[in-house]
């Protein structure tokens, strides 16, 4: 199987399945000397980890890391640095029946169709729990991104047709609620409309947005190694998520060329700057020095307890519930998972464009 590794220079590669030993990944091309440990990793990994509220999976996993390589004497050495955390708590018999048919909204199909077989013990590689390492590997790039003064912030704008009104943004509220939701009147509404869908066996989707501040212009490369187009693959091939933004994203098929266009100015010492942000901090796949804006269209979990109608391997119809322990909704979780990925895709094209200018390789070299 292809497509396990993502970056050119910053570079992660992901492995495991949810029903396996372990999940983990190994990340190469971290720069020597960055201050880590295992708790770096581990709160990162606790904001994705099941069983934390009612609304997400029961399935009770510490979802402990260990480093394996990388790291002596509290820093990284520049070599891969290797992460796992052991499964303790599957229970692959609830999975059993699904063997002999596709559920619906599950990759379940189009692997049989690539493979010729599947671990149909909870997806394997198409399950969540591939975002592990991916979190693993994001706590890392963050902390690259802490030490040069880049922030990201990520947060649910939405579940199901409840969104967060900007106008109560709140910071602070946002780790005080399940749903990781800047609105607490908006995660209060949030919170009846997931239990009525519960109530009706069903599941229901959302949006993440996340916000990237003080990254520096300059960074993505023209064509095919644009930051925007980089950010899009790095978030879309999270598993849940179906549609991915920049500023005002779909928005602009609407908008006027007047409203749409960011004007620029000067400020009170001299930089130049925009007066609004309708294109997300990035302009032909460059950043351009504002806040860099994105958002994440999740769909509702495919595991629901209503019958739904599907077919067997030998072509036979039948209705299935399906059973095991599953999230009326994954965007809450998803959180973290796009922080991560968004950091991963930052930290390998911040790499990447110290080669752009002579200037650049003259401040390194001619020290």
């Known amino acids: 199987m292809a497509g396990s590794t993502l970056g050119t220079l910053f570079k992660i590669t992901t492995w495991g399945e949810s029903h396996g030993k372990g999940v983990g990944v190994v990340v190469d091309g971290c720069p020597a000397g960055l201050k880590l440990c295992e708790e770096d990793i581990q709160q990162y990994l606790n904001r994705r980890k099941p069983g934390q509220s009612r609304y997400s999976t029961p399935r009770k996993e510490d979802d402990s890391v260990e480093i394996l390589s990388g790291i002596f004497e509290g820093r990284t050495t520049g070599t891969p640095i290797s992460m796992v955390v052991f499964n303790k708590n ?3 018999k609830d999975y059993s029946e699904i063997a002999q048919y596709y559920r619906p909204g599950h990759a379940d199909l189009t692997y049989d169709l690539k493979y010729g077989f599947r671990d149909y013990r909870g997806g394997g590689r198409s399950s969540g729990r591939e975002t592990i390492g991916r979190v693993a590997a994001g706590a890392i790039a963050c902390k690259i991104l802490d030490q040069l003064n880049i922030r990201i912030l990520a947060y649910t704008r939405s579940i199901g047709d409840i969104t967060a009104d900007p106008a109560h943004f709140d910071r602070s509220e946002i780790m005080e609620n399940p749903f990781y939701m800047p609105d607490a009147e908006a995660a209060a509404r949030a919170q009846e409309y997931l239990e ?13 947005e996340c916000v990237i501040s003080n990254m520096p212009a300059g960074i993505g490369e023209p064509v095919f190694e644009k930051l925007s187009s980089n950010l899009g693959k790095a978030i879309l091939s999270i598993g849940a998520v179906k549609a991915f933004e920049i500023g005002d994203g779909t928005a602009v098929s609407r908008a006027l060329g007047h409203k749409n266009n960011d004007p620029y100015t000067l400020s009170p010492d001299g930089k130049i700057i925009k007066l609004s942000n309708h294109s997300g901090g990035i302009l032909g796949g460059i950043s351009d020095g504002s806040d860099i804006l ?4 999740v769909k509702p979990t495919p595991s629901i307890s209503q019958e739904q109608d599907t077919i067997t391997k030998d072509g036979r119809a039948v209705q299935v519930v399906v059973k095991g322990r599953h999230d009326p909704v994954i965007v809450p979780r998803a959180v973290v998972v796009v922080e991560s990925m968004a950091a991963i895709t930052l930290v390998d094209m911040l790499l990447c464009s110290i080669t752009s200018n002579m200037d650049n390789l003259e401040r390194f070299f001619q020290r």
């Open 90 to 92: 599957q229970r692959s």
């Open 196 to 208: 009525q869908c519960m109530k009706n066996q069903d599941s229901t989707g959302g949006s993440i």
């Open 294 to 297: 994105l958002r994440a269209s």
